[in-house]
C-alpha cells in the first residue's frame, strides 16, 4: 500500500507545469488531490480526467497572494475531506530581469506570489495541522534558491527565501514534516512570464535540457510517501546536463 494512498493532499499552481503533474502522480498513487490556481478552466479539464482515471480530484479558484483565499482554500478541502495531510506550495512566477532595468512591478510580484504565498499557504494550513497533531508542508524552491546568476538576482532572492522559511517551519515543529524541492531546468510556462523579449529568448535556449515536470512529481511523491518519521528536508532535481 503507497504512503500516499488516501492522503489528502493540496496543490497551489496546479493549473500547468510541475503542480500539474504532480496532481496527476500523486492521484494516480491514491491520494485525494485538492487543486487550486487562478485558471480554473484548467483546473476543471485536469479534475475531469483525473476522475475519468478512476481517481479522487477536486478544485478551488485560488490567488495565493490572498490570505483569505488560501484560508478559504483550505476550508474547501478541510470541508470536503475532514482533514488536511499535506500542502505542496507550488505556485511561482518568474519574470526574470536586470537589476538595472527596474521592473519593479515585477519584483513585487515575485515576492508576492514565490515568498507571500509560501507564508500564506502555511498560516491558512499549521493551525489545522497543530491541532491534528501531523501534517506535511513540501514547498518548491529551485536551484536558484541555491546559486545566484545574472538576471535572477530577485528570483533566487524569493527562492533562497523558501529554504530559510521551511527550514525555520521544521525547527520549530516535531510533529510536522517540512520538505524543500528544488528543481533545476524543467518544462514549464515560467519563462513565458519573462516580459524581456531577449531574455525570454535566452533562457528558452538554456531550457534546451529541461526535464519532465513529472521527474519533480516523483521527487514530492518520494519525500511524501515516507514513514511519519521520517522527514525528507531537502531534494534538488535537476538535468544531468544542468550545470547549475
Do not use: C
Not at 507545469?17 to 504532480?22: F, L, N, P
Not at 470541508?79 to 536586470?98: F, Y
Not at 515536470?213 to 532535481?237: C, K, M, N, T
Amino acid at each position: 500500500m503507497s504512503g500516499i494512498q488516501d492522503k489528502v493532499i493540496l496543490i497551489t499552481g496546479a493549473s500547468s507545469g510541475i503542480g500539474e503533474s504532480t496532481a496527476r502522480v500523486l492521484a494516480e498513487k491514491g491520494a485525494r488531490v485538492v487543486l487550486g490556481a487562478r485558471r480554473t478552466d484548467r483546473l476543471e479539464k485536469l479534475v475531469r480526467e483525473i476522475r475519468d482515471a478512476g481517481h479522487e480530484a477536486h478544485f478551488r479558484t485560488l490567488d495565493v497572494t490572498s490570505l483569505k483565499d488560501v484560508q478559504a482554500f483550505i476550508g474547501f478541502a478541510l470541508e470536503t475531506h475532514g482533514r488536511i495531510d499535506v500542502v505542496v506550495n507550488n505556485a511561482g512566477v518568474m519574470p526574470l530581469s536586470k537589476l538595472e532595468d527596474l521592473k519593479i512591478d515585477e519584483w513585487k510580484r515575485m515576492i508576492d506570489v514565490n515568498i507571500r504565498g509560501v507564508l500564506h499557504g502555511i498560516a491558512a494550513a499549521l493551525p489545522l495541522m497543530k491541532k491534528q497533531g501531523h501534517g506535511h508542508f513540501v514547498s518548491v524552491s529551485s536551484t536558484a534558491g541555491h546559486t545566484v546568476y545574472a538576471t535572477a538576482g530577485v528570483y533566487s532572492a524569493t527562492k533562497f527565501a523558501v529554504i530559510a522559511i521551511s527550514e525555520a517551519l521544521r525547527q520549530e515543529n516535531d510533529r510536522i514534516r517540512v520538505t524543500v524541492i528544488s528543481p533545476g531546468v524543467t518544462e514549464s510556462e515560467l519563462a513565458e512570464s519573462i516580459s524581456d523579449a531577449g531574455g525570454r529568448e535566452a533562457v528558452k535556449e538554456f531550457r534546451r535540457v529541461a526535464i519532465p515536470a513529472d521527474a519533480i512529481a516523483r521527487a514530492i511523491g518520494f519525500a511524501i510517501e515516507q514513514p511519519e518519521d521520517v522527514d525528507v528536508s531537502e531534494i534538488i532535481v535537476r538535468p544531468t546536463a544542468n550545470p547549475y
